[in-house]
């Protein structure tokens, strides 16, 4: 609680520190007035399109990236699927409408609707091949 500085200290402090801000925004005020004295200058002299040409500039190259930031987040949070693989139910991450192979299993799969389906078309059975020894049989019917 103690912390504070006494009463008569603090004023004293605060004021200090406002004449130690004060040339800073002096000079802070002069560019600006020098800014607005070029602005005005310009204008005079028939260059207000030159003006509002680089006021147009800056606010694009500030307004666009943003918008573009905040689009491209729309957009992931619409289209950034996150799912399990149908065959091995491997944690997957995948953008709508793409195609992609499990990091896991290697299964071709594609992004539908929110949910991870197998390229494979419908009703498609998976079959592992199996080797099969052949052997001879004799048979003797009558
Ligand atoms: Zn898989």
Redesign the pocket.
């Known amino acids: 609680m103690n912390s504070l500085p006494p009463r008569g200290d603090s004023t004293s402090y605060s004021s200090t520190r406002i004449f130690s801000v004060l040339p800073l925004l002096g000079a802070g005020l002069r560019k600006l007035l020098w800014i607005g004295l070029f602005v005005w200058l310009l204008g005079s002299l028939g260059l207000g399109w030159l003006v509002k040409g680089v006021v147009v500039v800056i606010v694009m190259l500030i307004a666009v990236p943003i918008a573009g930031i905040l689009i491209g987040q729309w957009w992931l949070k619409k289209n950034l699927v996150l799912g399990s693989?149908p065959?091995?139910?491997?944690e997957l991450t995948g953008l709508n409408g793409s195609q992609m192979a499990?990091s896991?299993?290697?299964?071709a799969l594609r992004v539908e609707n929110g949910q991870f389906r197998r390229l494979a078309t419908d009703g498609a059975i998976d079959v592992t091949a199996v080797d099969v020894e052949v052997q001879s049989v004799d048979v003797t019917v009558d």
């Open positions: 693989c065959v091995c139910s491997n499990c896991n299993c290697g299964e």
